[in-house]
């Protein structure tokens, strides 16, 4: 059996479910012969840390409980580089402006020779070549299937399962909110802003949606496909993108009457063209997906078309990513 010392770097919606994932699938690794022990977890206000391995369930009340797990007053970085462990789990929240704490985390951890799973895509989008260098540099794992897509699998689906073909394109649906207001507003028949109120009071879109709604959050996925898939180097500002706040329930309208719907497409091509933007997709196409979904279409050689859709959040789903690419580093085979 091989321990592997943790840590978790954000314990929010989904640095909880990665921690509730773990206790759910603990004999489930234990028959891969992973033992993941949880040495130290971090939140905005500080960190809890056991290098015995924490009490999962314990932590989770905590943190309900009071708001924080903070005992003491640390960083994410701090723990990374105090703490004795083997992985950072990197859940803290995305900024793809400076790449915000996350990119410090990942570079101390990597700097350290730890290996890094992550749903944090803003480091990835503006650091990507950086990054994976340090990481070969330093011999560590890099991860990050859960910031493409949460629970959909593209990344390892990609590089690993389809290994051999070659990918023309990839393009589909890669931000669930937009995707949500799109589908609400025809089956309501109401306006953008009127859907979006409903999307905030539902939990699906933040307060300030600006991220989603104007593409930068499928432009971040774009860019991390680029950069993995066709061995790009490409930043966010390299991405094509218009959002979904100028379209009209009345456009959506005539769409539906000719078969077609609009939907917020990212898409990546192997000659280095990269976009986010509404675009049309006929009703019963394998891209037109409803509600919060996401979908992906990837164009190969030899396989042809593979369209591949699924949860792209949720904390459990988003966690079920970050546990497949913990057990891909450490299984045994
Ligand atoms: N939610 C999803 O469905 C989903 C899906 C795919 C990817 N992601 C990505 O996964 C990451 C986490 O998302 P989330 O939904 O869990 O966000 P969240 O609920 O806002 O949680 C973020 C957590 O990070 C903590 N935090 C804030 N600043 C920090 C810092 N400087 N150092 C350490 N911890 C810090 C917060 O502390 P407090 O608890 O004290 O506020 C909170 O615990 C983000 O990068 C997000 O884009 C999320």
Redesign the pocket.
Known sequence: MKTVKASI???????QGVARVLLMKKDYLEKEGIDIKVVAI????GAVIDENGLDLEKCLDMKAEK??IAEKKM??AEVIEQVDHDLVIE????DVITG???LL?MQTAFEKGLDVVT????PLTLKFKELNELADKNVCDFRYE??VG?AMPIINLTKEVMAGNEIASIKGIFNGTCNYILTRMLEEKSSYSEILTEAVDLGIAETDPTYDVEGIDAAGKIVILANTVFGMNKTINDVDRTGITQITYEALEICSKNGKTIKLIGEVKKNGSLTVSPRLVPIGHPLSVSGTLNVASIQTDLAGEITVTGR????I??ASAILSDIISIYKEY
Request: aromatic residues 2%; hydrophobic residues 20%; without cysteine.
């Open positions: 770097i954000g314990f929010g919606s989904i640095g971090a939140d905005s206000k708001g924080t960083t994410g859940v803290s929240p995305t915000g704490a996350g985390n749903s944090n895509k803003g859960a910031t949460g792209g959040a949720g904390s789903e988003t």
